[in-house]
């Protein structure tokens, strides 16, 4: 076996351009670097820690996947399928919840974290990071891509599958995460890092007129038309940088210190340079609306060829501890 990378998402509402930049881009780009041995899975099944409604578990469900098929994700390339198709996921989280200790998941930032947050205590929440190592190690994944905020919870894993080996013989691989240096932290509208809860985004496949309305809303200081400008001290330079090549972001920062040039003139730039970006994505993505058989079948194909692997690994772990 070569080197399988394992990625997850949660459809856990509209994406928007930091979730793009921050983890989205980065993990559909994986794909060419390790064709035929990548696999994406929509965590479905972790969603259910915050009980959403039944209806909107499966739009986001499918919203998420057919925004990713749009962005570019090849299903020749990565398997992609919900979690909740995979037989094993389940018997294998119950198996590892057996021999994880209390004391590993009471030391889970995370836990702690959405509990300071008001998020009510249920034991899906807290045994979150279990379900996250069956997701990790029924595919014997050797790299799983990961924020430093996850790092933890990978580290978890590591440690549930090293016990599992001594108790019960080398059934799984330790995985090793993939940390990007890299990735910045996405400004929001306000200039904090993006995020739904701070009502700053601006969304992945929004319609035009309130991508518009929401870029033109960026607050600016003011500083008058006719002075020149510091674009490394200005919100929207930074987001344009996002979408531009170095050539575009150089021209616009001259502008910006040559003076004569106001921020609504910097806001219009931004607004045509996220439309130009994504204008290939967004006519991909009105293509796949008009086909739902197609993600579907993807979604099918990618769950037969994880559960494919999750059979045998599931075989080993059941016979390694007496289920057979």
Not at 21 to 48: C, R, V, W
Not at 131 to 154: C, E, F, R
Not at 239 to 268: C, M, P, T, V, W
Not at 281 to 305: F, T
Request: glycine share 8%; aromatic share 8%.
């Amino acid at each position: 076996m070569g080197k399988r990378i394992l990625t997850g998402i949660q459809p856990s509402g509209i994406l928007h351009i930091g979730n793009y930049f921050g983890a989205m881009k980065a993990s559909i780009e994986l794909q060419n670097q390790n064709p035929g041995d990548t696999y994406l899975f929509i965590a479905d099944l972790h969603s259910l820690t915050v009980n959403p409604k039944p209806d909107d578990l499966r739009m986001r469900v499918r919203r998420l996947a057919l925004d990713y098929l749009a962005c570019g994700l090849d299903p020749e390339k990565t398997a992609f399928f919900r979690q909740s198709d995979i037989r094993g996921v389940c018997e294998l989280t119950w198996i590892l919840n057996t021999i994880t200790g209390l004391g590993l998941l009471e030391r889970a930032h995370s836990y702690k974290d959405k509990i300071a947050k008001g998020f009510v205590p249920n034991n899906g929440l807290f045994s979150y990071p279990v379900l996250m190592a069956a997701d990790i190690l029924l595919y014997k994944s050797n790299a799983v891509p990961v924020g430093k905020d996850q790092k933890q919870h990978l580290e978890i894993t590591r440690d549930i599958a090293i016990r599992f080996n001594q108790m019960y013989g080398d059934v799984f691989v330790i995985p090793e995460p993939i940390i990007s240096e890299s990735v910045a932290v996405i400004p929001g509208t306000d200039g904090q890092k993006m995020s739904k809860s701070y009502n700053n985004t601006i969304e992945l496949f929004g319609e035009e007129k309130a991508i518009r309305k929401k870029i033109m809303s960026i607050p600016t200081d003011s500083t008058p038309l006719e002075a020149p400008k510091d674009p490394d001290k200005c919100n929207i330079f930074t987001l344009f940088k996002l979408f531009s090549d170095e050539g575009k972001i150089a021209a616009l920062a001259a502008k910006y210190r040559a003076g004569n040039f106001g921020y609504g003139h910097a806001k219009q730039a931004l607004f045509e340079a996220y439309m130009d970006y994504f204008a290939p994505m967004r006519r991909r993505r009105e293509e796949l609306e008009k086909e739902p058989g197609y993600i579907d079948e993807v979604l099918r194909k990618g769950a037969e060829k994880a559960n494919a692997v999750a059979a045998v690994t599931m075989e080993e772990v059941c016979r390694a501890v007496g289920l057979r």
